[in-house]
């Protein structure tokens, strides 16, 4: 067994030094073959563990799994989340987001109201 740990462990040096990956980046791509240009494993992985369940995702579902995502964070945090995405959208100058993200920002951040 210590032949074979050595072998992956030049392996992922080897990923790491060639490659230029993190090596989170390599354990991935030299234990289930996902690497940044390979994004379709990584969505077809997803989908094998019950995370997404459909190839191309539709705005919907994606909001949908935000929301699950947030569901358990503490008021502070949700506050701080949302107060976050408002400066990073105020800043990113691409104008009002949708009115469903909108509203998903303002459950974050009840004090505040969306943009009309």
């Known amino acids: 067994m210590g032949?074979?740990?050595e072998e992956l462990s030049q392996d992922l040096k080897k990923l790491v030094q060639?490659?230029?990956?993190?090596?989170?980046?390599?354990?991935l791509e030299a234990g289930l073959g996902i690497s940044p240009d390979n994004k379709s494993k990584l969505l077809e992985l997803a989908q094998e563990v019950g995370i997404v369940d459909q190839t191309e995702p539709d705005s919907k579902s994606l909001m949908q799994m935000a929301q699950q995502l947030v569901a358990g964070l503490d008021p502070n945090t949700k506050k701080s989340l949302g107060s976050f995405l408002n400066e990073v959208i105020e800043g990113s100058n691409v104008g009002s987001p949708p009115a469903d993200v909108q509203q998903f920002l303002s459950n974050l951040v009840p004090d505040q109201k969306p943009d009309d």
């Open 3 to 5: 032949g074979k740990m």
């Open 18 to 27: 060639e490659k230029g990956l993190s090596p989170a980046e390599a354990v």
